[in-house]
C-alpha cells in the first residue's frame, strides 16, 4: 500500500533552517510529481510547493519562495524540503502529498503523509 | 484570508442532506480550474473525496457528491451519518497567484 512518511519536524529559532523528509513506499515514486502543503490552526491548508516527476521543475508559493528549496532522490524513493530564513509564521504541520494521475487538469493530491510538526520559536 | 471562502460550519440531522460552498473567483473556479475536495478527521491528514468537480475516488460513498456553477462549488453530503462530522476542504488552482489555493475549511457537524 501507498505510504507517505515524514521526518526532520521540530523546534528552530527564527531565521534558522531545517530538512524535512518524506520517505515513500508502494508505489512507483519517479512516476508521481510530488507536492508539501502546510496547515496551521489559523490559516488552514496552504499548498508549499512541487516538483516534477523527474526533479526538473519545481514551483513555489509566494510566500515560500527564495527561502524553501523542494528537492527528490528517485534512487532513495524521498522527497525533500529545505526550509532557510524561517519565520514565526512557518509554524505549521507538513504534509507531503502525491499528486494523482486521475485525468482532470488540476493537480489533486491523492496521498497525503502524517505530517511533521514544524515550530518556529525563538 | 484563504482564496476559496467555505462557511466555518454546516450541520444537519442524521439523514438529512447538507451542502458546503466554496467561492472563488475568475482567477480559480471562475476560470475553469478542477475543484477538488478532501475531507479530514481530527488528528489525520485529508482524503480525496472528490476530483475534478463531481468524480469519486473509489472507495467514496455515493452520499458525497460534487457540483459546479460559476466561479463556485459545492459538496452535498445526503443520507448524513455521524461519521461524517469532521472538517471538509475544497482546492483549485489559481491563475494570478499561480499556485494551488485551498478553501477555509467547513466544520460539519450532525445534531
Known amino acids: 500500500q501507498v505510504q507517505l512518511v515524514e521526518s526532520g519536524g521540530g523546534v528552530v529559532q527564527p531565521g534558522g533552517s531545517l530538512r524535512l523528509s518524506c520517505a515513500a513506499s508502494?508505489?512507483?515514486?519517479?512516476?508521481?510529481?510530488m507536492h508539501w502543503v502546510r496547515q496551521t490552526p489559523g490559516k488552514g491548508l496552504e499548498w508549499v510547493a512541487a516538483i516534477s516527476y523527474d526533479g526538473n521543475n519545481k514551483y513555489y508559493s509566494d510566500f515560500v519562495r527564495g527561502r524553501f528549496t523542494i528537492s527528490r532522490d528517485n534512487s532513495k524513493n524521498t522527497l525533500y524540503l529545505q526550509m532557510n530564513s524561517l519565520r514565526n509564521e512557518d509554524t505549521a504541520v507538513f504534509y507531503c502529498?502525491?499528486?494523482?494521475?486521475?485525468?482532470?487538469?488540476?493537480?489533486?493530491?491523492?496521498?497525503w503523509g502524517q505530517g511533521t510538526l514544524v515550530t518556529v520559536s525563538s | 484570508q484563504s482564496v476559496l471562502t467555505q462557511p466555518p460550519s454546516v450541520s444537519g440531522a442524521p439523514g438529512q442532506r447538507v451542502t458546503i460552498s466554496c467561492t472563488g473567483s475568475?482567477?480559480?473556479?471562475?476560470?475553469?480550474?478542477?475543484v477538488h475536495w478532501y475531507q479530514q478527521l481530527p488528528g489525520t491528514a485529508p482524503k480525496l473525496l472528490i476530483y475534478g468537480h463531481t468524480n469519486r475516488p473509489s472507495g467514496v460513498p455515493d452520499r458525497f457528491s460534487g457540483s459546479k456553477s460559476g466561479a463556485s462549488a459545492s459538496l452535498a453530503i445526503t443520507g448524513l451519518q455521524a461519521e461524517d462530522e469532521t472538517d471538509y476542504y475544497c482546492q483549485s488552482y489559481d491563475s494570478s497567484l499561480g499556485g494551488y489555493v485551498f478553501g477555509s475549511g467547513t466544520r460539519v457537524t450532525v445534531l
Open positions: 502529498a502525491r499528486e494523482g494521475n486521475l485525468a482532470v487538469a488540476v493537480a489533486h493530491f491523492d496521498y
Open positions: 508502494g508505489f512507483t515514486f519517479s512516476m508521481h510529481s
Open positions: 475568475s482567477s480559480n473556479i471562475g476560470a475553469g480550474f478542477d
